[in-house]
């Protein structure tokens, strides 16, 4: 009797095993990137739907894409995700969703719609990476991409190695977007994306056989928002000064002259492997001062000076070209996010931590006070490693014939 009651339970849970909720893949539509446009006063929602027979190894051909992508539309967000039905066969699944890109129009209109949308539907995931388009959304998830079967796939691995290598943009997340825009600043930087080359379009699956393809899709500016509105866009370089001075530069490539003449070219190169930006606000008869300390380790990639790398003093020269370089590309982006008042930089969150009782003085007047704060940058390079050469391949040539 005794066995039997031990038997028991485990019988009921042997029985109670299974999946409750079960979905079945012929039953769904895998997104894999959703688009969002405004226009004609309703809001235009793009899918860009996985094919799983045309991603399969064994099923796969050169001819088919292994996406289809529709559109829907109404006049707010979930009237228009409703809508898909009747357009397609399958419920659309949001849970392997890994972009989403919001046209200009869009972002002018508002982003709030899209961030309640994601906040209030359990399939959807904070982790969801965003980016701004500079024309139409849908125009970016129709262009096919080689070497990767699905282009909100290989968007989403462009963005990581950017953010891994070149540091001119940082991956925005839905979940970093809603904790900018609802934080002190309420201000962001989301990375744009355009359609480069010709204006024929790589949609049909038969032109990735070629070796080139007439346009590409490539991360271009950097769109500044404020409150939930885009304001403006600051190009690569300025945007790679607002990452040095936001402390968000991972490694990247600083190109320099061999001297201080501005008309000659900037062709030796350092690679920065570590940096580290240090934000110190002031505050001095109400007006608002950050002090910036950037220390930046790298290793000399290309070098066509006529310097002896041997020489110490040849060593300091380079070093202070590379600093000079590096204060030059943070005030452009100073510049630039300054001239838009916009605060994607985070000196009001700083200043806040520091100061909080004379933050609540501020605050009101946020974007004007921003725009007027004094920024002093000191920049310091340790240069770690020269190469295998002491000089430049021209002059060891030289020696070669002396």
Not at 54 to 70: D, E, L, W, Y
Not at 126 to 155: D, H, N, W
Not at 255 to 282: L, V
């Amino acid at each position: 009797m005794k066995k039997w009651r031990l038997l028991l339970p485990m019988l009921i849970c042997l029985l109670a095993t299974g999946c409750w909720n079960r979905i079945e893949l012929n039953d769904i539509a895998i997104v894999s990137a959703t688009g969002v446009d405004w226009k004609d006063g309703k809001w235009v929602l793009s899918y860009q739907v996985v094919i799983p027979e045309a991603i399969s190894s064994q099923s796969a051909s050169n001819s088919t894409a292994a996406v289809h992508v529709f559109s829907t539309q109404g006049e707010s967000f979930r009237s228009a995700v409703s809508k898909a039905s009747q357009e397609t066969s399958r419920r659309l699944y949001f849970a392997h969703n890994q972009i989403v890109i919001i046209g200009q129009a869009a972002a002018r209109k508002g982003l709030g719609p899209l961030l309640d949308t994601y906040l209030r539907n359990h399939d959807s995931r904070e982790t969801v990476s965003v980016f701004l388009s500079k024309g139409s959304a849908r125009r970016m998830l129709e262009q096919l991409i080689p070497l990767e079967k699905i282009p909100g796939a290989a968007i989403q691995r462009m963005i990581n190695n950017e953010e891994m290598n070149s540091s001119a943009f940082r991956q925005m997340t839905i979940h970093k977007v809603l904790l900018d825009l609802l934080g002190t600043t309420k201000a962001t930087g989301i990375p744009g994306l355009i359609v480069s080359g010709t204006k024929e379009s790589v949609d049909n699956a038969g032109q990735l056989a070629y070796t080139s393809t007439p346009s590409k899709v490539r991360l271009f500016e950097l769109g500044l928002i404020e409150g939930d509105k885009l304001v403006g866009w600051i190009n690569n370089e300025e945007s790679q000064g607002v990452m040095w001075l936001a402390n968000q530069v991972k490694k990247t490539t600083v190109s320099f002259a061999c001297s201080a003449d501005k008309n000659e070219p900037k062709n030796s190169t350092i690679r920065i492997t570590h940096s580290d930006t240090t934000q110190t606000p002031k505050s001095s008869k109400g007006n608002w001062l950050m002090d910036l300390s950037v220390k930046a380790t790298g290793t000399l990639m290309e070098y066509n000076c006529e310097g002896d790398l041997m020489n110490p003093k040849e060593i300091e020269k380079i070093q202070k070209r590379i600093e000079g370089e590096i204060a030059a590309i943070m005030q452009k982006g100073w510049n630039a996010v300054s001239k838009h008042k916009a605060d994607v930089i985070g000196f009001g969150t700083i200043i806040h931590n520091k100061y909080p009782k004379q933050w609540l003085k501020t605050s009101g007047s946020w974007s004007e006070q921003f725009s007027n704060i004094e920024v002093k940058m000191k920049v310091k390079v340790n240069l770690n490693s020269t190469g295998l050469s002491g000089s430049g391949f021209k002059k060891a040539q030289e020696k070669d014939h002396q």
